[in-house]
Nanobody, 126 residues
Framework: QVRLVESGGGLVQPGGSLRLSCAAS????????IGWFRQAPGKEREGVSC???????????LYADSVKGRFTISKDNRKTTVYLQMNSLKPEDTAVYYC????????????????WGQGAQVTVSS
């Protein structure tokens, strides 16, 4: 059974940083995409970042325009853990962040995301 366990959310002041982690387990496929969506109160869910995985590849990445230059996604292949380093956080980054995984190594927001984590709250406020 596939499991995605997020950690690292919390409260941070504007301009601060947080790092989210997502430990993925329970699958053996080599070709997949893993990443993050978020949903703020009263807003639609949106893709934040994605990284692809395939044998021998460092992985291609995708970022929402709103986080480019501030967020960085990375993956530890040995642990099948994905990280989202979030810098220069803004109040509008406040949301529940969900780790997602989808089969097939393409990062597209509209692809089928087969599994979702339970979510991690990120609050940016002074």
């Amino acid at each position: 059974q596939v499991r995605l366990v997020e950690s690292g959310g919390g409260l941070v002041q504007p301009g601060g940083s947080l790092r989210l982690s997502c430990a993925a387990s329970g699958f053996t496929l080599d070709y997949y995409a893993i990443g993050w969506f978020r949903q703020a109160p009263g807003k639609e869910r949106e893709g934040v970042s994605c990284i692809s995985s395939s044998p021998g590849s460092l992985g291609s990445t995708l970022y929402a325009d709103s986080v480019k230059g501030r967020f960085t996604i990375s993956k530890d292949n040995r642990k099948t853990t994905v990280y989202l380093q979030m810098n220069s956080l803004k109040p509008e980054d406040t949301a529940v962040y969900y780790c997602v995984i989808g089969w097939g190594s393409s990062c597209r927001w509209e692809k089928t995301w087969d599994y979702w984590g339970q979510g991690a709250q990120v609050t940016v406020s002074s």
